[in-house]
């Protein structure tokens, strides 16, 4: 079992930069597939990235390629989200999942069987 605790949430002007951290639980950690979600106000739980065990694969949802970058520090069982070049549309809830190293670089929300509690990422204009 992996517990998964976010951190590094908060308010920042349109442009900016934040970087998400997950701490996770467990001697387990760097067997599993790491990822980001996000969950805006009204709408469903979306994909942002995803990391293999190793960090040799990583996949981003298109909305999110070329401004956010996930990595993972498996001697410090953490896994990181920076995100640059901020908008409004980025504004939501993000949640570190963690899903078995057999699913791969998976973007499905079902895959993902461990989840954090949330930090919320407010983006001014």
């Known amino acids: 079992q992996v517990q998964l605790i976010e951190s590094g949430g908060g308010l920042v002007q349109t442009g900016g930069s934040l970087r998400l951290s997950c701490a996770g639980s467990?001697?387990?950690?760097?067997?599993?597939?790491m990822a980001w979600f996000r969950q805006a106000p009204g709408k469903e739980r979306e994909f942002v990235a995803c990391?293999?065990?190793?960090?040799?694969?990583?996949k981003y949802a298109d909305s999110v390629k070329g401004r956010f970058t996930i990595s993972r520090d498996n001697a410090k069982d953490t896994v990181y989200l920076q995100m640059n070049s901020l908008n409004s549309e980025d504004t939501a809830v993000y949640y570190c999942?963690?899903?078995?190293?057999?699913?791969?670089?998976?973007?499905?929300?079902?895959?993902?069987?461990?989840w954090g509690q949330g930090t919320q990422v407010t983006v001014s204009s």
């Open positions: 990391i293999t065990l190793n960090g040799g694969s990583t």
């Open positions: 999942a963690a899903a078995p190293w057999t699913m791969g670089p998976t973007m499905t929300t079902g895959a993902y069987n461990y």
């Open positions: 467990g001697r387990t950690f760097r067997t599993y597939t």
